[in-house]
């Protein structure tokens, strides 16, 4: 029985020798290590790139979609009742992947900006005066989540459009 146990301890000695001698002879286990370091900054910034990305993108959309509206207003000035609310469908319409709710509308028509009700002015149409710009402002708010923080708390996107007839 004692003779078992010295050859366990033997076994355990050599396998501590190896093990030492494993870990000095080189480096192995150093581009796991380095890997290990520079892969979380690599993902946020990678993922800050992205986010960036969407907003840049949200921008261009809006921006687009505030012309289109702007250029519909211009067609239907003579034959609306609620300029602003078909402006904003026009928005809409042209930018789907914008949240409809969150989008915030400015319509300036023959240099008057009229009394809106959310979204909607009805009863001004008299303000689109043939031959006179109309101007159409959009807000949406601009989110910048990465991994659960948002880093743009007040960040507004805005788009202003001017459409003049001739």
């Not at 076994?11 to 581009?31: C, P, Q, V």
């Not at 992947?97 to 809106?116: F, I």
């Not at 009863?123 to 601009?142: K, R």
Request: hydrophobic share 35%.
């Amino acid at each position: 029985m004692g003779n078992q146990i010295d050859l366990h301890g033997k076994a355990e000695r050599r396998t501590w020798i190896r093990t030492r001698a494993f870990l000095r002879r080189g480096e192995e286990g150093s581009a796991l290590v380095e890997i290990a370091l520079i892969m979380a900054p690599l993902m946020a910034i990678i993922t800050a790139i992205c986010a960036f990305g969407v907003a840049f993108s949200n921008q261009l959309t809006l921006t687009n979609a505030v012309g289109a509206g702007a250029q519909y207003l211009q067609l239907i000035r003579t034959t609306t009742t609620d300029p602003c609310k078909d402006t904003l469908t026009a928005i809409e319409n042209a930018a789907p992947n914008l949240t409809p709710s969150s989008l915030t509308l400015t319509v300036t028509m023959d240099g008057v900006t009229p009394t809106q009700t959310g979204n909607s002015c009805s009863g001004t149409e008299g303000d689109l005066v043939p031959g006179t710009p109309v101007t159409v402002t959009a807000t949406y708010p601009c989110a910048l989540p990465i991994y659960g923080t948002t880093f743009s708390s007040g960040c507004q996107l805005s788009a202003k459009v001017t459409e003049y007839e001739y």
